[in-house]
T-cell receptor
Framework: NAGVTQTPKFQVLKTGQSMTLQCAQD?????MSWYRQDPGMGLRLIHY???????DQGEVPNGYNVSRSTTEDFPLRLLSAAPSQTSVYFC?????????????FGPGTRLTVT | GEDVEQSLFLSVREGDSSVINCTYT??????LYWYKQEPGAGLQLLTY?????DMKQDQRLTVLLNKKDKHLSLRIADTQTGDSAIYFC???????????FGKGTKLSVIP
């Protein structure tokens, strides 16, 4: 298993540009989520999904869209990038099986918006 | 909303024990987690504890949970330079798979 994969690893955008951060998992996990990590702020939940076709907002959803058309993929879209969205983005997945408690994190995408 | 607090920095000498503390506010938390993040890397689950447990030991790691005071600690015995990293405490609310993270404690191990 590759686990949770994220692309790209690094990205630089200009203010107003759009882009999609990709996240995929091959563990057949129902739950997937996106976090952003900022210095001194820990990780904050942006959006999450409990299964294909179901998404919901987390703590900091503004400026981001998500969709979940398949179990494997959970892309995060920035429609009009702003410097405040400069951050490291982590995707995570977990099983809803009560015997499995671990959320698996991807390696992260480091985004800079100028 | 839920809140998780940690001290930001901890410095210990190699071979000593490290204790990283965490407090949380959500009394309905079912699981509490400790994650480790090395520079430039993602988060790695170190250990977790279910809310009806007081203690969990896993090799050099000991987790203590005081549910009454909503206090969680992670003790690393015989701390090594490879333990230098940021350690995040996180709680998972009842019926939810969402994690609320603390800001992280940066552990520096002095050789």
């Amino acid at each position: 298993n590759a686990g949770v994969t994220q692309t790209p690893k690094f990205q630089v955008l200009k203010t107003g540009q759009s882009m999609t951060l990709q996240c995929a998992q091959d563990m057949n996990h129902e739950y997937m989520s996106w976090y952003r990590q900022d210095p001194g702020m820990g990780l904050r939940l942006i959006h999450y999904s409990v299964g294909a076709g179901i998404t919901d907002q987390g703590e900091v959803p503004n400026g981001y869209n998500v969709s979940r058309s398949t179990t494997e993929d959970f892309p995060l879209r920035l429609l009009s990038a702003a410097p405040s969205q400069t951050s490291v983005y982590f995707c995570a997945s977990s099983s809803q099986d009560q015997s499995s408690y671990e959320q698996y994190f991807g390696p992260g995408t480091r985004l800079t918006v100028t | 909303g839920e809140d998780v607090e940690q001290s930001l920095f901890l410095s210990v000498r190699e071979g000593d024990s490290s204790v990283i503390n965490c407090t949380y506010t959500d009394s309905s938390s079912t699981y509490l987690y400790w994650y480790k993040q090395e520079p430039g890397a993602g988060l790695q689950l170190l250990t977790y504890i279910f809310s009806n447990m007081d203690m969990k030991q896993d090799q050099r790691l000991t987790v203590l949970l005081n549910k009454k005071d909503k206090h969680l600690s992670l003790r690393i015995a015989d701390t090594q330079t490879g333990d230098s990293a940021i350690y995040f405490c996180a709680e998972e609310g009842a019926g939810s798979y969402q994690l609320t993270f603390g800001k992280g404690t940066k552990l520096s191990v002095i050789p």
